[in-house]
């Protein structure tokens, strides 16, 4: 840590640390389930292998609509899409129509805010705990992420 200044010359805390990790999750709220990785970068290598996560999930001769945002990874042309899988991009700038932004909420509200980690892999191990404890909860993933207007799916 290094110390910083107000403007009235007193000195405060501040973390150079950067160290971050990214969760790539996925809900079924119909369902009350989840699939997550924990990867080290946002890139189309990451989305890959969560898109093949989720498919493993998917029950056999069923097939999942994903809602994503239009983050760059989700939306090239280099994505390998599994065959039981549909990319449904929502609209820009409407984080609200998607339900995962909430589970990223509770996520930072009830686990993953106001910690201090140790190391690298202390961010990981986080992260996997609150995934875990999340998913362990079907009723919370109903909760959180049904929709009205996606009953139709």
């Known amino acids: 840590m290094s110390r910083a200044s107000q403007p009235d010359g007193r000195a405060i805390p501040h973390d150079q640390r950067t160290a971050s990790t990214y969760i790539f999750g996925a809900i079924s709220p119909k369902e ?4 997550a990785l924990i990867m080290p970068r946002c890139n189309t290598f990451a989305m890959d292998l969560h898109l093949a996560e989720i498919a493993k ?8 609509v994903l809602l994503l945002d239009q983050a760059g990874w989700h939306t090239t042309d280099k994505l390998a899409i599994p065959a039981n899988i549909t990319l449904l991009p ?3 700038k409407c984080p609200e129509l998607n339900p ?9 509200e009830n686990y993953l805010s106001n910690r201090v980690f140790k190391s690298y892999d202390d961010i990981v191990d986080h992260c996997c705990d609150a995934w875990n404890k999340f998913v362990d909860q079907p009723w919370r993933i109903n909760s959180i992420g049904l929709r009205d207007w996606a009953h139709g799916f």
């Open 32 to 35: 009350g389930k989840g699939a």
């Open 57 to 64: 999930k998917v029950a056999p001769g069923a097939h999942a």
């Open 90 to 92: 929502l609209p820009p």
């Open 100 to 108: 995962t932004e909430n589970v990223w909420q509770f996520l930072r």
